[in-house]
Each structure stands twice: as C-alpha cells, then as structure tokens.
C-alpha cells in the first residue's frame, strides 16, 4: 500500500510540472510595446539647403556687406584724422592739441558703440528669423515623421552611424520648399555712423 501511494504521488507531481508549461505557453499576453519607429533630420541641412533658409542668409549677408562698407569708410577716416593730428602736434599749443586728441577720442568711442550696436541688431535679426524658420522646420518634420510612421526624431547631429533610408531630411526640405518660399527678415535697429565729406570744399 505505501509503496502504491507513493506512486500516484510521484505520478501527480509530473502531470502537475507538465501543466504548468502548458499553461504559460496558452496564457494571452497582454500590453507588449509595438517596436519604435526612429527617423533622422538633419536641421542644419534644412536651413542651408531650403528656399527660404537659403534667403534668409542672403538677407543677413546684403546687411552685412552695407554695414561692412559704412563702418570701413568710417574707420579710415578716423584713422586719417589721428594721423593728420599727430603730424600737427609740434604746431598746436598744448592746451589746442589736448582738446582735439579728447574730441578725437569721443568720435572712436562712439564709432566703436555703433558698431557693437550693429552686431548685436543684425543678430537679433537674424535670430528672429531664424526661430521663425526653425519653426516650420519643426511642423513640417512632425507631419512626415507622421506619415511614415515615427515615434522618434533625432537629430543627425546627435547620431554616429545610421541606416541612410532612416534620414527624411531631403522629404523635409522638398515640403518645406512648397510651404513656405521666405521667411521676413526684421530690418536691424542700426545707427550707422557719420560718414564726412572728404573732397575739399568747393570741389566736386
């Protein structure tokens, strides 16, 4: 009789092992995350690349070279007045001399507040277009993110190697192009400095 018992017990614990398997392979499973979806843009490629952010550079680069042209005549004039200065030294009184080194020294310092004043305008410019811009980029890379399905956007500047079929940056770009041709660009709060006269009075 014990040595029978012991069998049936023997006999329950494999059917029991056995069903335990079973169950976890039949078991549904529940909550499993579908595999993310990861697509790449390169912002910096858009904003050089694209219409408008070809012409916003333009724009900043037509103030640059006028500021560039205003600032360079000025800044030879005032180098041609120290140079005239210093050559009148031993023909002035000293008080004379004095007070046209100081009124010489007020005009650089001024030429020299105008032109950090015009840095700091163009690139404020330039940022509120650029914010302007960066925005549509960010609308237009959310809807082809959409469309093909991404539930990740990196930048290309923050990866080290892809898969080349993951960058929808030419996709952006070519959308981009077909929204938006230009973005306004604020005309900078610039006081350019006072270009004088060379050509001797009387003359033309």
Known sequence: MAKSGAIRLVAGMVALLVSVPALAQTAPVKNVAAPAVIVIVDAARVQRESTAG???AAERERYQQTYNTEFETARKQLQNAEQDLAKQRSALAAEVFQERVRALNTRVAEFQRQYQGAVRALDKST????????????G??????????????????????????????PQVIERLN????????????????????SAPKGKK
């Open 127 to 138: 940022a509120t277009a650029s914010n302007e811009l960066q925005k549509a980029v960010v």
């Open 140 to 169: 237009v890379t959310s809807e082809v993110a959409s469309e093909v399905g991404a539930s990740l956007v990196l930048h290309k500047q923050q990866v080290f190697l892809h898969d080349e079929r993951m960058d929808i940056t």
């Open 178 to 197: 077909k929204r938006l041709a230009s973005i306004p660009f604020p005309a900078p709060d610039v006081h350019l400095p006072v270009v004088e006269d």
């Open 54 to 56: 070809k012409g916003l």
